[in-house]
């Protein structure tokens, strides 16, 4: 992996508020829920997974309904560290 893409990486995991998307999504959630859940505006909400869909941290999925689901891609486990789902 570059050390351009690294840096990225660390600069976003570094955000509390992206950390905290990522671990909330370890189970499927919309947008919506995320941003209520979080008390995080929406449409800086969709900025942060847009950011993390580009790492390939998080998944979109677009239902039926027009809604989009996220999912983590990389959990923390209880020592700090980071894995691939």
Do not use: A, W
Request: glycine residues 4%.
């Amino acid at each position: 992996m570059e050390i351009d893409k690294l840096s990225e990486i660390f600069r976003l995991l570094s955000n509390k508020r992206r950390l905290k998307i990522i671990r909330l999504c370890k189970s499927p959630h919309t947008v919506t829920e995320i941003s209520k859940k979080l008390k995080i505006p929406l449409t800086r909400t969709s900025e942060y997974l847009g950011q993390l869909q580009r790492q390939n941290l998080i998944s979109k999925e677009r239902n039926g309904d027009n809604s989009i689901t996220i999912l983590s891609l990389i959990e923390f486990n209880g020592r700090g560290e980071v894995k691939r789902k």
